[in-house]
């Protein structure tokens, strides 16, 4: 049988023995709005819980709006341009219109994916920087929250007279959907917050997992600290299979992104009857899978349908390799999961410690393969699985101790898909 992928911008076709039962596990989502420049106008001139953007901006003398990284397929270039035309409505001149690239601890944009994330015409314009995690003084210390995380947030949002995030609602791996809060923190933090948020003080929370939010203590946390920063209006979007927008939900942090993932939520849901033996899984193609750390959000999706001792087949690009020096580092040293979930139990954190984590997580009962070709062969020893020079053995070896009959989930856009079984629902 075949399925075909994504992978990459091309796409990948897996050719699947016939003798097991499929269940093709497939991004839902809404359809794409037929006028979305029609939707957008309407949503920031009608936002929910606050007054329309144009009001908010008048009488401000500057405004930051915080923007997803080249990592996120967020339509920027249809979402921006409307927002900046409300504020320059309201007196707000575009020189004094700062758009902060949301990196977190990613690296920085290049000028040419500054370009593609923004418009070559609003790169033109307005001034488009990145954010450095990395350069404390670059940060606003604003105290801490009431759990103790330290808050500092770039400088030049903070400074700013208006507040603003650009995004989009889809399920995150640890704060249950992604949007709204998170384009403050973890996007314009620093370092010295990202790391306390992304250690196993949170990270092994049972609710903080893809899904989970009205209980989750990692989105409360994010809520607070963006609260700190004044989040004065968001704007986010939900996304059809195609990356069309397929909602839109402005104003109020809380109100607005509360009603996007409700919207997310309802579309995207995919209830199994039981878990399934092995789940062949990606991580939803280019940009997604660019390296082996956003790849892993594949594998941490499917481990909430596969049954104790079952496998994961992960089919990424991975063209730019494992990721960050530190998450390369880490992921030579340590021999297994488990000796990795044992070693920073007790200290202090690292970056990007926090996504070998969900991933010890995910598969302390399930067996990992890999099919990451983009990442050098000298990592496959200590990626805590297996992985294979060809997709072709990789599939072999999902099915070399299957019995026929057995239920595979086959899942073309992985971390897209929201699935659980119904007893876990």
Same mark, same amino acid.
């Given at each position: 049988?075949?399925?075909?992928?994504?992978?990459?911008?091309?796409?990948?076709?897996?050719?699947?023995?016939?003798?097991?039962?499929?269940?093709?596990?497939?991004?839902?989502?809404?359809?794409?709005?037929e006028?979305?420049?029609?939707?957008?106008?309407?949503?920031?001139?009608?936002?929910?819980?606050?007054?329309?953007?144009?009001?908010?901006a008048?009488?401000?003398?500057?405004?930051?709006?915080?923007?997803?990284?080249i990592?996120?397929?967020?339509?920027?270039?249809?979402?921006?341009?409307?927002?900046?035309?409300r504020?320059?409505?309201?007196?707000?001149?575009?020189?004094?219109?700062?758009?902060?690239?949301?990196?977190?601890?990613?690296?920085?944009?290049?000028?040419a994916?500054?370009?593609?994330?923004?418009?070559?015409?609003?790169?033109?314009?307005?001034?488009?920087?990145?954010?450095?995690?990395?350069?404390?003084?670059?940060?606003?210390?604003?105290?801490?929250?009431?759990?103790?995380?330290?808050?500092?947030?770039? @400088?030049?949002?903070?400074?700013?007279?208006?507040?603003?995030?650009?995004?989009?609602? @889809?399920?995150h791996?640890?704060?249950g959907?992604?949007?709204?809060?998170?384009?403050?923190?973890?996007?314009?933090?620093?370092? @010295?917050?990202?790391?306390?948020?992304?250690?196993?003080?949170?990270m092994?929370?049972?609710?903080?997992?893809?899904?989970?939010?009205?209980?989750?203590?990692?989105?409360? @946390?994010?809520?607070?600290?963006?609260g700190?920063?004044?989040?004065?209006?968001?704007l986010?979007?939900?996304?059809?299979?195609?990356?069309?927008?397929?909602?839109?939900f402005?104003?109020?942090?809380?109100?607005?992104?509360?009603?996007?993932?409700?919207?997310?939520?309802?579309?995207?849901?995919?209830?199994?009857?039981?878990?399934v033996?092995?789940?062949?899984?990606?991580?939803?193609?280019?940009?997604?899978?660019?390296?082996?750390?956003?790849?892993?959000?594949?594998?941490?999706?499917?481990?909430?349908i596969?049954?104790?001792?079952?496998?994961?087949?992960?089919?990424?690009?991975?063209?730019?390799?494992?990721?960050?020096?530190?998450?390369?580092?880490m992921?030579?040293?340590?021999?297994?999961?488990?000796?990795?979930?044992?070693?920073?139990a007790?200290?202090?954190?690292?970056?990007?410690?926090?996504?070998?984590?969900?991933?010890?997580?995910?598969?302390?009962?399930a067996?990992?393969?890999?099919?990451v070709?983009?990442?050098p062969?000298?990592?496959?020893?200590?990626?805590?699985?297996?992985?294979?020079?060809?997709?072709?053995?990789?599939?072999?070896?999902?099915?070399?101790?299957?019995?026929?009959?057995?239920?595979?989930?086959?899942?073309?856009?992985?971390?897209y898909?929201?699935?659980?079984?119904?007893?876990?629902?």
């Open positions: 049988m075949r399925f075909d992928l994504a992978f990459g911008k091309t796409g990948i076709a897996l050719d699947l023995p016939e003798e097991y039962r499929y269940r093709v596990l497939e991004a839902r989502s809404a359809a794409p709005l006028d979305p420049e029609a939707a957008l106008e309407a949503a920031l001139d009608r936002p929910i819980g606050t007054p329309p953007l144009a009001e908010l008048r009488g401000k003398r500057s405004a930051a709006i915080s923007v997803c990284d990592t996120r397929p967020a339509p920027n270039r249809q979402t921006l341009p409307p927002v900046l035309r504020l320059e409505w309201a007196g707000v001149p575009p020189e004094d219109i700062t758009v902060l690239i949301a990196t977190g601890l990613h690296r920085p944009a290049t000028e994916e500054i370009r593609e994330i923004v418009g070559p015409e609003v790169a033109g314009r307005y001034r488009v920087v990145n954010h450095n995690a990395r350069e404390l003084a670059e940060h606003r210390h604003l105290g801490a929250t009431a759990a103790g995380t330290p808050v500092y947030i770039d @400088e030049r949002f903070v400074s700013a007279g208006l507040h603003i995030t650009l995004g989009f609602i @889809e399920p791996l640890m704060l959907y992604s949007g709204g809060r998170k384009l403050i923190v973890p996007g314009l933090a620093a370092q @010295e917050t990202i790391k306390v948020l992304h250690s196993p003080k949170f092994r929370q049972p609710l903080a997992v893809e899904g989970s939010i009205e209980h989750n203590p990692l989105h409360h @946390e994010l809520l607070e600290i963006a700190m920063a004044r989040h004065d209006f968001m986010d979007v939900a996304l059809a299979r195609d990356r069309r927008i397929a909602g839109v402005a104003g109020d942090a809380l109100q607005a992104h509360r009603a996007g993932v409700r919207f997310v939520s309802q579309v995207m849901l995919e209830l199994l009857d039981a878990a033996d092995a789940v062949i899984t990606t991580s939803a193609g280019y940009p997604l899978d660019l390296t082996f750390y956003q790849s892993l959000k594949g594998i941490t999706a499917a481990q909430h596969v049954k104790p001792g079952g496998k994961i087949l992960l089919v990424a690009a991975c063209e730019e390799g494992p990721g960050a020096p530190e998450f390369r580092r992921l030579k040293e340590f021999p297994s999961g488990r000796q990795f979930l044992d070693a920073i007790s200290t202090p954190v690292v970056v990007d410690q926090w996504q070998l984590e969900k991933f010890a997580l995910a598969i302390a009962n067996e990992a393969l890999f099919y070709p983009g990442l062969a000298d990592y496959y020893p200590t990626l805590w699985g297996r992985a294979f020079p060809t997709v072709e053995s990789a599939v072999q070896a999902l099915f070399a101790d299957l019995t026929p009959g057995a239920t595979v989930a086959v899942i073309p856009e992985g971390p898909v929201l699935a659980k079984t119904r007893a876990a629902a």
